[in-house]
């Protein structure tokens, strides 16, 4: 590592994705294995934190989502309009690879995410993650997501409240 500043770019076949370890193996085959076809597919967008030339920092997936209006919190449904669903963006991936940890890379990723979605054209209600174990939970908690009432590893952050944030 240099200490050159991270750039955050969009997933490109330059950048070398065979070192990235977060500790998280299907993490990491994802980016190594399907996150290009994903890409060329437009079932996803990734983005990367790339560090010394190609070297991938971290990762994360964005793609377009719906939330049923019965999954969420009945004070937030009295704000919406009755359709079975709102529109949101799902951050279906997110990871740091380990040499890069404690950072602030993770909140710095996400907040990359927030922004893209918020200089989107397209409307979106929420941003939502489908967190994959308690650590992650406590991670989007304290970002300011909330969990669905019957889901608990489902968090969402409305944009409205990102918009705020930012």
Request: aromatic content about 8%; hydrophobic content about 45%.
């Amino acid at each position: 590592m240099t200490g050159a500043p991270l750039r955050l770019l969009p997933l490109d076949g330059g950048c070398d994705r065979a070192a990235f370890d977060s500790g998280a193996p299907p993490l990491d085959r994802y980016l190594r294995q399907q996150a290009s076809q994903d890409v060329r597919r437009r079932v996803a967008a990734c983005f990367v934190a790339l560090a010394d030339e190609q070297r991938v920092a971290g990762y994360y997936t964005l793609a377009a989502a719906s939330l049923p209006l019965t999954d969420l919190p009945e004070s937030m449904v009295k704000q919406l309009p009755r359709y079975p669903t709102v529109p949101a963006v799902r951050l279906g991936r997110l990871a740091v690879d380990r040499a890069f940890r404690g950072k602030g890379l993770g909140g710095a990723l996400l907040a990359d995410a927030l922004a893209r979605v918020l200089r989107s054209e397209i409307a979106a209600y929420a941003l939502v993650v489908d967190a994959k174990d308690e650590a992650a939970v406590t991670f989007y908690r304290h970002h300011g997501f909330i969990a669905l009432p019957d889901s608990p590893r489902t968090l969402f952050l409305p944009l409205a409240t990102a918009r705020g944030a930012l």
